[in-house]
Structure formats: structure tokens, C-alpha cells
């Protein structure tokens, strides 16, 4: 079974920035898609950035511009830079990435990200 297993959360002032890091514990054949959603207490989990296997990109408003997914796939990992971080971006990420023949979604189990104003 593969898991997820992210990295990077923390406090952070706000202004400041954090680099998330997803990382797979085995290998994820036939990948359609790779992302990060947050979920703030009392909220529902949100995309904030997604990415096609064809490569296409996606971020909601409220993130775009600040924030950057990226995939390295000799490491078989993928990474979100948060710059320019505020208070309302509080949440706890998730990474999740859909792949093999069935389309599995997995999902980490998410790292905390506090922005102090």
C-alpha cells in the first residue's frame, strides 16, 4: 500500500513563506493527477493547486500568484511553495495524488501550516 507523507508545515509570520513536500512511499503508476488541498477549522478541504498529468495547472484565486506546485519526478515527489503566506492560508495540508489503472486517490495525512499576523 502506498502512503503519502508530507512535510514542510510549521509557524510562519505572515509575509513569510514555506515549502511543502509530498512524498510517496512506493511507486505511483499511470499518474493523472498531483495536488495539495487545505482544510481550515470549521471548513470544508479545498484545492489549492492542482496539477494534469497532461500538465496543465490549476489555483484558485485566493492563492495565485503566492503559491507553486511542482513535480520532481526522479524523486517521485511534489512540492508546494507558499510565498507571501497570511493568516487566512491557516489550515492543514493534504497532499493527494490519483494514479494507477483504477485511478486510486491517495492522500497524506496532511501537515499543519499556521500563519501568525
Known amino acids: 500500500q502506498v502512503q503519502l507523507v508530507e512535510s514542510g508545515g510549521g509557524l510562519v509570520q505572515a509575509g513569510g513563506s514555506l515549502r511543502l513536500s509530498c512524498a510517496a512511499s512506493?511507486?505511483?503508476?499511470?499518474?493523472?493527477?498531483m495536488g495539495w488541498f487545505r482544510q481550515a477549522p470549521g471548513k470544508q478541504r479545498e484545492l489549492v493547486a492542482g496539477?494534469?498529468?497532461?500538465?496543465?495547472?490549476n489555483y484558485p484565486d485566493s492563492v495565485k500568484g503566492r503559491f507553486t506546485i511542482a513535480r520532481d519526478n526522479v524523486k517521485n515527489t511534489v512540492s508546494l511553495q507558499m510565498n507571501d503566506l497570511k493568516p487566512e492560508d491557516t489550515a492543514v495540508y493534504y497532499c493527494?495524488?490519483?494514479?494507477?489503472?483504477?485511478?486510486?486517490?491517495?492522500w497524506g495525512k496532511g501537515t499543519l501550516v499556521t500563519v501568525s499576523s
Open positions: 512506493g511507486i505511483i503508476y499511470g499518474i493523472t493527477f
Open positions: 496539477m494534469l498529468s497532461g500538465g496543465s495547472i
Open positions: 493527494k495524488v490519483i494514479g494507477g489503472y483504477k485511478a486510486v486517490a491517495y
